[in-house]
C-alpha cells in the first residue's frame, strides 16, 4: 500500500519594502532621471544678457525657435526635431501650469517677464505618461521667483532695429505675505518687413502663509 502525502508549503509572510511618493510643485524634473535635461539657474538667466525668454532658450538651452518673421519672441520652440507643428508638441509651463494654445498656433515666450525667473527646466523627449499629449517633444518649464527680501530692479536697454526694452520689478515678504509686482515693455521693429514685435506685459503674484506648509497662491498677468 503506497501513500502519498501532500505538504502544503506555507509562504513566509514579509513585510512590502516602503514606498515614498513626492509631489515637487516647483520642478518638473524628478530626483532620478536617466533621460535628457537642462537647467538654466537664476545666475546664468542674469548674466545671459538675452532680451527675452526665446533669446534664453537658444543660447543657454540648446532650443531651436522657429520663426517665419524673423523674430524670435514670435516663434515656435522646437524639440527633438519636431517643426511645423511642435507647437502643439512641447508643453511650456509656468510654474507647472500650461500656457499653450488650444489652437495650433504658438504659445507666447514673452508673457513672462525675464526678470522673474528663477530657473527654466527642458526635458527633452517624450513625457506623454506624465505630461499628455502636448509634450511628445519634451517639456518646458519656466520657474518664477518667490517673494524674499525686498528687492528691487530697473533694466534699460535699446538697441539697432528699432529695438527697446523696459523692465521694471519688486518682490518681497511682508510678514506672511509674499508681493511680486513686474512690468516689462519689449518693441522691435525687427530686421526684415513685417517682422516687428510689441509687447508690455504686467504680472502680479500674492501669496500667504494659511497653516504649516501650507501656501496660498494668486498670480494675475
Known sequence: ?????CVQAQEE???PSSIVVEARRDSVVPLYFSGNATMIEEE?????????VADLLIAHGGVRVTSYSGN??????SLRGFGENSSSRVLILVDGRSINRPDMAAASLLEVPLSRLARVEILRGSQT????????GGVINLVTKSP????????????????????????????ANGIAVDYERNFSNGWREN???ELETAALRWDREIGKSMELHVVGR
Open 13 to 15: 509572510m514579509r513585510e
Open 1 to 5: 500500500i503506497a501513500s502519498v502525502h
Open 195 to 197: 517682422s516687428n514685435s
Open 129 to 136: 505618461a506624465r505630461f499628455g499629449d502636448h509634450a511628445v
Open 44 to 52: 546664468t538667466i542674469a548674466k545671459s544678457g538675452a532680451r527675452s
Open 148 to 175: 524674499d527680501k525686498p528687492r528691487s530692479s530697473m533694466e534699460l536697454a535699446v538697441g539697432g532695429d528699432g529695438y527697446s526694452l523696459i523692465r521694471l520689478a519688486h518682490d518681497g515678504r511682508y510678514a
Open 72 to 77: 524670435s519672441t514670435n516663434g515656435a520652440v
